[in-house]
């Protein structure tokens, strides 16, 4: 069973920065694509950014220039470093990965940002 682990979540002023990490339970190559999404309460999920297994990243215009996707294939990671953090970014953040016909989530990671 593959599982994905998010951490890093909290409350913090806006303006200022957070790094999301999320932890695979096997070699994130396998995995074609993955992702990081957001959820409101009473809203859909939407998503943030993403990275494909060949390395290309996009990612959501409410969250360019901000926010920035990596990975570290070593350590089967990815991260989600949140810079310039507003009111608005407040969620729960999902990871997310495309395995053959399989979406993966894990269990989310909530963000409050303060004014």
């Known amino acids: 069973q593959v599982q994905l682990v998010e951490s890093g979540g909290g409350l913090v002023q806006a303006g200022k920065s957070l790094r999301l990490s999320c932890a695979a339970s096997?070699?994130?190559?396998?995995?074609?694509?993955m992702g990081w999404y957001r959820q409101v309460e009473g809203k859909e999920r939407e998503w943030v950014a993403s990275?494909?297994?060949?390395?290309?990243?996009d990612y959501a215009d409410s969250v360019k220039g901000r926010f920035t996707m990596s990975r570290d294939v070593a350590k089967n990671m990815v991260y989600l470093q949140m810079n310039s953090l507003a009111i608005e970014d407040t969620a729960v953040y999902y990871c997310?990965?495309?395995?053959?016909?399989?979406?993966?989530w894990g269990q989310g990671t909530p963000v409050t940002v303060s004014s």
């Open positions: 997310a990965a495309a395995w053959g016909s399989l979406a993966l």
């Open positions: 096997r070699s994130i190559v396998a995995f074609k694509k």
């Open positions: 990275i494909t297994a060949g390395g290309s990243l």
